[in-house]
């Protein structure tokens, strides 16, 4: 389960997707370490039940060491025997001598392939977990400490009504957490051992079968489901569904940083670091760089995301056509979710909030962002569609003609009649008023 040759796995630009420590729980040797383990869990369980000696278990633990095989020798078996795992199995019976016999003993290549895949689904959800309920924190403490920040609320790319921007925060921070209950869901449920030797029966270790299969599993610390699951693929699309659903909180979090940072809006900006350039040649920018890489990266989890859920319809008890695919597209959707996880924990643990501009940017339209709130009081005389209407014509006039919203609607005979210049101004005057649930106030201190 290693990267591809560009991106993710290139020297060069790989720190722009991913992280180190994923990569080191995905790559070539812990690849070859997960399969080694799960060898010796399969060495040991049968040793305790009886079904080989404990000697040649003890043989076998010594010798499965990752470090000591050749990658290259590996490789090169691969490519020859054009199978996955006989070239780790042939090295390993001949490090280890008369006990070499009992190595693979009654199970199949998939027992060991699924096995080591969940390690590492394991290790490398337990690294992305920990980065996002970082990020999950500190949207959390933006949601507090800007709680009641006035800022323009925009639908459709226009100022809608005022909102808090404790309150968009407190959005990142409650996808979040269900994106940590998924992976925490992962873990409990999904992340499981596999042995069900060579078509799921397990027929080779006979009356011994169950015993060992219970054995192997407490060995990996793995829980072992019911029934062999070679074709029956869900817990995968399961582990896909949780890192689509990441990048997509990640991606939406990230966008909207890209979006409030354009020079027009100015509200937030992703953290300031000494040596981050903006651009080659325009040295004024500060460009949203790491929001930007993490979209990208959002982009290419959904690309293996994808075609883990479209491989789903194995045939009879093996399908390598549709196995195959998870060992290239499930440890790059790791890898690239464990970087989005990192960048938006960085994000969001040191972005700058402008409130200044925030409440700049609402008085653009001169009281038009209120519009909601005036017509709300003049339903209470007209009801809801009439006052809809009337504010319609004043909010068309005062867009056409520069005046604030609450002079536009003092030229309407009807609610000139009824409200005084001062009380319409009143609605109008202050956006911090307009905020539902949200009392109004200055951020809190930190």
């Not at 959005?171 to 992976?183: G, H, I, K, Q, S």
């Not at 992962?186 to 270790?205: F, P, R, T, Y």
């Not at 027009?264 to 790491?290: F, I, L, W």
Request: hydrophobic fraction near 50%; glycine fraction near 8%; include cysteine.
């Amino acid at each position: 389960m290693s990267g591809s040759a560009v991106g993710i796995g290139c020297t060069v630009l790989r720190d722009l997707y991913g992280t180190a420590d994923a990569r080191a729980v995905l790559d070539s040797r812990a690849l070859v370490q997960g399969w080694l383990d799960s060898e010796v869990a399969l060495a040991r369980a049968e040793a305790e039940v009886g079904v080989i000696p404990e000697a040649a278990a003890d043989r076998i633990a010594e010798e499965a060491d990752a470090s000591r095989f050749d990658l290259d020798l590996l490789r090169e078996g691969i490519a020859q025997s054009q199978h996955p795992l006989v070239p780790l199995i042939r090295a390993l019976v001949e490090r280890c001598g008369d006990a070499g016999a009992y190595v693979h003993w009654g199970a199949t290549t998939q027992d060991v392939i699924d096995t080591g895949m969940m390690l590492q689904v394991r290790a490398a959800t337990r690294l992305i977990r920990g980065e996002l309920a970082a990020a999950e924190h500190a949207a959390g403490e933006l949601a507090r400490r800007y709680r009641a920040v006035p800022m323009a609320g925009r639908t459709h790319g226009q100022h809608a009504v005022p909102i808090a921007f404790g309150q968009k925060a407190e959005t990142w921070a409650d996808e979040l957490r269900r994106a940590v209950a998924r992976l925490d869901r992962l873990e409990d449920e999904v992340v499981c051992a596999q042995l069900g030797g060579a078509a799921g029966s397990l027929a080779a270790l006979g009356d011994a079968a169950t015993a060992v299969r219970s054995r192997f599993a407490v060995h990996l610390g793995l829980p072992m489901p019911a029934a062999a699951w070679h074709t029956a693929r869900d817990r995968v699309r399961e582990v896909a569904h949780a890192l689509s659903q990441i990048a997509a909180a990640g991606e939406r979090i990230a966008a909207e940083v890209v979006r409030l940072q354009a020079t027009e809006v100015a509200e937030v900006r992703e953290p300031a670091v000494p040596g981050h350039v903006g651009s080659s040649t325009m040295p004024q920018k500060r460009n949203p760089m790491t929001s930007e890489y993490l979209i990208a990266s959002a982009r290419l989890v959904y690309a293996g995301t994808t075609a883990l859920t479209h491989s789903a319809s194995h045939a009879g008890e093996r399908d390598m056509g549709l196995w195959a695919v998870e060992w290239v597209a499930l440890p790059e959707a790791l890898i690239l979710t464990a970087g989005i996880a990192s960048k938006l924990a960085w994000i969001l643990q040191d972005i700058e909030i402008d409130a200044d501009r925030m409440r700049a940017n609402l008085e653009i339209t001169r009281g038009g962002i209120m519009a909601e709130a005036v017509m709300m009081e003049l339903a209470r005389r007209w009801g809801h569609e009439r006052a809809h209407a009337m504010v319609a014509r004043a909010s068309a006039h005062a867009a056409a003609s520069g005046e604030a919203l609450d002079a536009a609607l003092q030229l309407d005979p009807e609610v000139a009649a009824v409200y005084r210049p001062e009380d319409l101004a009143r609605i109008v005057a202050d956006p911090a008023s307009y905020l539902g649930s949200l009392a109004p106030g200055p951020p809190e201190p930190g």
